[in-house]
């Protein structure tokens, strides 16, 4: 059998509990080769979510990309955080996040920019979990140098399902919509937004896959576990104890976008008024607008093959 060329990635990421599943799932796929990773403050901040990072890294013990500190400040808001979907700590509060190793030296936003200046033109692809914060610094100090991404698939905006953190926002839009502003008005080449949307409807786990998964492995129980948090919320949101895994989504979907259902290219708008419906992202689905940013929405992946792709990549590999 022919050897199959790995993506090479460069991940970007607040790790929280759902990031933490999102990139375990990477770390063992033999089709992707992690670079490195940037870390913003988004769930938590990004000290924190490097500890939570490097926590993952240790439990899959697969190999280990560097992992750099990037922005912890907002490009203009107040940092805020998601305690109520992800504990404290990011992970639960379950005391597991291991605190004995630091990040690597090196700011996480000049190595994005080195590593694409040191890779050939359009052969590394951005993924990106939490808000756009360091996408938008790294836009600001090297426009030249980020146009060498190949592609940029994003776990951000929602669609019809409406917001998970007002009535009109996605979380990582409104943690920072100045940065998701910036972004889409840079216009990549190749650039997916994965909206919360995708991690909905048939999409999420319920008692019985959650209880699957936790039977799978040692890592497909600790991912189950530290979303404890989250659990509870959507206890109180949908009724049932359910998951709604948004970054395992969109990683999922970055990884192997022949699985992604519903995906179209749209003209977009952010909305930056202070108020009620900042960080609310309109999409033209009517096609009005004749100019403007324009990126692919995703709202619907084959779930089969999603739900097939945590239980091969969540397994246990002894």
């Known amino acids: 059998m022919a050897d199959v060329k790995k993506r090479r990635v460069i991940i970007d990421t607040d790790c929280g509990s759902d990031d933490a599943m999102a990139i375990a799932m990477a770390l ?41 500190l990037g922005c912890d400040d907002m490009l203009k808001r107040d940092f805020v955080g998601a305690e109520d979907t992800h504990g404290k700590d ?19 936003v000049d190595m994005i920019l080195k590593t694409l200046t040191e890779n050939e033109d359009h052969s590394i692809e951005l993924i990106t979990l939490g808000p756009l914060t360091n996408i938008a610094m790294a836009i ?19 669609d ?20 998701f502003k910036e972004v889409i008005d840079f216009g990549f080449e190749d650039i997916t937004f994965v909206a919360w949307d995708a991690s909905l409807g048939d ?11 936790r039977g799978l492995s040692d890592l497909g129980k600790f ?4 979303n404890v948090t989250l659990m509870g919320l959507n206890r109180a949101r949908f009724h049932e104890d359910i998951l709604d895994m948004a970054d395992p989504a969109a990683m999922f979907a970055a990884l192997h976008p022949e699985y992604m259902e519903e995906c179209e ?46 239980h091969e990549h969540l397994k246990d590999r002894s």
């Open 203 to 213: 999409a999420v786990l319920r008692e019985a896959d959650i209880e699957e998964i």
């Open 28 to 68: 063992n796929d033999e089709e992707c080769e992690i670079l490195m990773f940037s870390i913003v403050s988004g769930n938590v901040r990004s000290r924190q979510a490097a500890y939570n990072l490097l926590t993952v890294l240790k439990k899959c013990d697969r190999y280990y990309p560097p992992v750099y």
């Open 90 to 108: 990011g992970m639960g509060d379950l005391d597991l996040v291991d605190y004995s190793r630091e990040p690597d030296a090196g700011d996480g």
């Open 265 to 310: 290219e749209y003209h977009l708008d952010v909305d930056l008024t202070e108020g009620e419906r900042y960080g609310y992202v309109f999409i033209d689905h009517e096609h009005k607008m004749k100019d403007g940013p324009k990126a692919k929405i995703c709202t619907k992946l084959n779930v089969d093959a999603y739900k097939r792709y945590i």
């Open 223 to 226: 991912c189950m576990d530290i």
């Open 140 to 158: 600001r100090k090297d426009a030249e140098t980020m146009r060498r991404v190949k592609s940029v698939t994003a776990m951000a905006v929602t």
């Open 160 to 179: 019809a399902a409406g917001g998970n953190v007002t009535d009109y926002a996605e979380f990582n839009i409104w943690a920072d919509a100045e940065a």
